[in-house]
């Protein structure tokens, strides 16, 4: 009977705390890696390296914050859904970007997107403004590998300042 | 001292119901309100007292197991972020998919949905803002599919996936 008991308790508190992990992951923040280069320097920063950078993501910015200039979010890629890209935001609605068609302007409730390696990123110069609605969460920190941990800036590139 | 562990029980299991709650309304099902007329006669349909209009919107059951394996079709009702304030949420029915021509009305025009998007209208095109004005939306917005009225109790059935009278796709 005390083995049993013992069980049953332990299994109890495995539910709880996955239920606490699932409700936690879901809604306040998360831990996922980074495929690709299209980041780089910011993650994953050379091609050899045989481990991709972990980044720390959190949630509460889909509540109350409000999005800007030079956050880096994760969001469903708007050409297949059932993926996620992570980009950094470098135009929000009503800025202008400027094309190779002229400028674009950002209609409201988007945001334009761009990798920090524009070489090899797909990202709004491709597939256009996406809405804010698809954004999943924002990168706050680099938390593996540990030589490489560190704070995510809100820094843009200076050829890609919106206006 | 029974009191203080008595307390203590009640709060952990109102804490873990409230756990399970959170869990399964965000990853199974959850029961919404519908406000407004776009989605008529489906939804909310006309009735005299409009006064009442608070206590007799419809609930209706919205599941989430959709945004996981489920493959979008025409007809699905589906709850989404609006794409101009990702803040709000809107029902519609989708009436295109990826690769449909939608004509536009009063032009010359079709519009080819673009891959990874679908086309949403309401069900009263007279009183509804959707894809005829904001244009094809991503799938990555929608939040959940709708599968049954659940309130008032006169109005409890299962949601059909019509498909809209007038062909607008081809």
């Excluded at chain 1, 009977?1 to 409700?23: D, E, H, R, Y």
């Excluded at chain 1, 809604?27 to 299209?38: D, F, K, Q, T």
């Excluded at chain 1, 070489?119 to 938390?143: E, F, K, N, Q």
């Amino acid at each position: 009977m005390g083995i049993q008991n013992t069980v049953m308790k332990m299994f109890n508190k495995s539910i709880a705390f996955g239920l606490v992990g699932i409700t936690v992951t879901d809604r306040y923040a998360g831990v996922c890696p980074i495929r690709g280069s299209s980041m780089a320097p910011t993650f994953n920063p050379s091609l050899e390296s045989f481990a991709d950078d972990y980044v720390f993501l959190e949630k509460f910015c889909l509540d109350r914050y409000k999005f800007s200039h030079g956050d880096v979010v994760i969001f469903s890629n708007p050409t297949n859904y059932k993926e996620r890209c992570v980009k950094r935001i470098v135009a929000m609605e009503g800025d202008y970007i400027s094309n190779v068609n002229g400028a674009t302007r950002v209609p409201e409730g988007h945001c334009w997107v761009e990798g920090d390696n524009s070489a090899l990123s797909s990202d709004s110069r491709t597939y256009g403004p996406i809405p804010l609605g698809l954004i999943r969460g924002r990168v706050t920190h680099v938390i593996w590998p540990p030589q490489r941990m560190k704070k995510v800036d809100r820094r843009i590139a200076q050829d890609r300042l919106a206006f | 001292m029974t009191s203080a562990s008595f307390i203590w029980n009640v709060c952990k299991s109102s804490f873990t119901f409230g756990l399970i709650g959170l869990t399964v309304s965000d990853r199974f099902a959850s029961v919404v309100p519908v406000r407004g007329l776009s989605m008529s006669p489906t939804f909310n349909p006309p009735n005299n007292s409009s006064s009442f209009r608070l206590f007799t919107d419809d609930h209706v059951l919205v599941e989430k197991r959709c945004l996981t394996d489920y493959k979008f079709s025409h007809g699905d009702v589906v709850v989404f972020c609006s794409p101009r304030n990702y803040k709000e949420r809107q029902i519609k029915r989708i009436t295109g998919m990826p690769g449909d021509w939608i004509s536009v009305p009063f032009s010359y025009d079709a519009v080819k949905i673009p891959e990874g998007h679908c086309w949403v209208e309401g069900d009263n095109p007279a009183d509804s803002l959707d894809s005829r004005s904001f244009g094809p939306i991503p799938l990555g917005l929608i939040r959940g599919r709708v599968t049954h009225i659940l309130w008032p109790p006169q109005r409890v059935q299962k949601i059909d996936k019509k498909l809209p009278r007038s062909g607008l796709s081809f």
